[in-house]
């Protein structure tokens, strides 16, 4: 008897869902999305029911469910290797790809998140105190990308960090440019669009552009 495809709960305009899914493009492994819409409740009602504050991504495996999108990829890379290796064996090479997943998600993310959420808590006056510190915050961060690329291998590969680094650099790149004192992030943040599985999530994505809050750029 075949075992069911596994299941993912998220949304194709959500980054956090997008880390998930460029995952499990490169892990090969048979999957179903199940959209979190208002238009499908029981979607929305198991997602909540399966973690504290009832956010997706989630994947279900059979009886097994599991939330955030990082704990999603440290699944799928011991229960469902495929031929990209999301994390290295090696410990001492995983705690520097787990760092610089919390770079992305903590440095990147967070701070295109703050701006996004002020659009939408006040949509007609937007705290620019607010905006201006989180666009600090992300220009710190690239120059700090900046250099660290310097010493990484820029390839096609499909690891952790690049789960991570796609969906951040997509829309933090929106509300504050990747300006051309940081060459080599505008030039991987290109190459990553072009890897299949992100251009995927990329075309998947286009038709809710219209609802970012700040407004989506005429690219991309």
């Known amino acids: 008897m075949a075992k069911p495809p596994l299941i993912l709960y998220g949304h194709p305009f959500s980054s956090y869902t997008w880390k998930a899914l460029i995952a499990l493009y490169a892990s090969e492994v048979s999957f179903e999305v199940r959209a ?9 009602a198991t997602v909540q029911a399966a973690s504290p504050l009832g956010k997706f991504p989630l994947l279900e495996d059979g009886d097994m469910q599991i939330f955030e999108a990082t704990s999603i990829i440290e699944y799928l890379n011991i229960r469902h290797p495929g031929p990209e290796v999301l994390i290295p064996s090696d410990p001492a090479a995983a705690v520097g790809m787990r760092m610089l997943d919390r770079v992305f998600d903590n440095y990147v993310m967070t701070p295109m998140s703050a701006i996004v959420m002020e659009h939408i808590r006040s949509p007609d006056a937007p705290d620019q105190a607010r905006i201006a510190e989180a666009k600090q915050q992300l220009r710190k961060t690239y120059a700090w990308l ?10 096609d590969q499909i690891t952790l ?10 829309y933090a790149d929106w509300v504050e440019e990747i300006g051309e004192t940081c060459p080599r992030l505008q030039a991987w943040r290109a190459h990553l669009l072009k890897i299949p599985a992100v251009a995927q999530c990329v075309e998947d ?8 809050p700040p407004g989506a750029p005429d690219r991309d």
């Not at 900046?146 to 390839?155: A, I, K, R, T």
């Open 36 to 44: 979190v819409d208002p238009q499908y409740p029981e979607h929305i």
């Open 146 to 155: 900046e250099g660290w690329l310097e010493f990484y291998p820029v390839g």
């Open 205 to 212: 994505a286009r038709p809710f552009r219209a609802n970012f």
């Open 161 to 170: 960090v690049e789960c991570a680094a796609a969906p951040a650099l997509f």
